[in-house]
């Protein structure tokens, strides 16, 4: 099975801050990358596919990077309604789709 | 406007079979396009991939849990469905369908709300 590390896995940040979480694939991965956004009592919200496509409707604050084996997800400026849990999950090794344990961003 | 809804029993005794269905709103199961899939989230735990089929019913399974995972669907019901036979303790979670998209790379882009399901006796 691939192997999905998230890092941090929480972060404290202020309203404004730009704030970098990162995920690391135990083998390469390509660009085989998603990122989702989670918060307390909803269902996962789809942000970034493909490593750096935004998703409809996805606020341009957010961004995604990287191919191969690390990568990172970007809020630009972080905003009250991104307080919140975000997971990435790789399709390389599909069907054995893998989730990072996930980040949780708390307000400072 | 694409919704899913999923149902079924809450409670699960050890040893029998989880069934859950998720319908469909707002569009065809049946688009060429996608694929519908089933993931699940453990109490204060991460998320794990189940399955997905199409509606021809082609089936993806996690082989960690491809021996007890069985997903079916019903076009003429707009719907699909889960079973997870020999169901223990560690299969009590908040289960999700989403529209999965097999293109650049497999991703899940709608959603249901989830439904809990606890295994005990």
């Known amino acids: 099975d691939i192997q999905m590390t998230q890092s941090p896995s929480s972060r404290s940040a202020s309203v404004g801050d730009r704030v970098t979480i990162t995920c690391r694939a135990s083998q390469s991965i390509r660009s085989y990358l998603n990122w989702y956004q989670q918060k307390p009592g909803k269902a996962p919200k789809l942000l970034i596919y493909?490593?750096?496509r935004l998703q409809s409707g996805v606020p341009s604050r957010f961004s995604g990077s990287g191919s191969g084996t690390d990568f990172t997800l970007t809020i630009s400026s972080l905003q009250p309604e991104d307080f919140a849990t975000y997971y990435c999950?790789?399709?390389?090794?599909?069907?054995?789709?893998?989730f990072g344990g996930g980040t949780k961003v708390e307000i400072k | 406007q694409l919704q899913l809804q999923e149902s079924g029993p809450g409670l699960v005794k050890p040893s029998e079979t989880l069934s859950l269905t998720c319908t469909v709103s707002g569009g065809s199961i049946s688009r060429s396009t996608d694929y519908w899939g089933w993931i699940r989230q453990p109490p204060g735990k991460g998320l794990e991939y189940i399955g997905s089929?199409?509606?021809?019913?082609?089936?993806y399974y996690n082989p960690s849990l491809k021996s007890r995972v069985t997903i079916s669907v019903d076009t003429s019901k707009n719907q699909f469905s889960l079973k997870l036979s020999s169901v223990t303790a560690a299969d009590t979670a908040v289960y999700y369908c989403a529209r999965t998209r097999i293109a650049e790379s497999w991703y899940f882009d709608v959603w249901g709300r989830g439904t809990p399901v606890t295994v005990s006796s």
């Open positions: 089929i199409y509606y021809s019913g082609t089936t």
């Open positions: 999950q790789q399709s390389y090794s599909s069907p054995a789709l893998t």
């Open positions: 493909a490593a750096s």
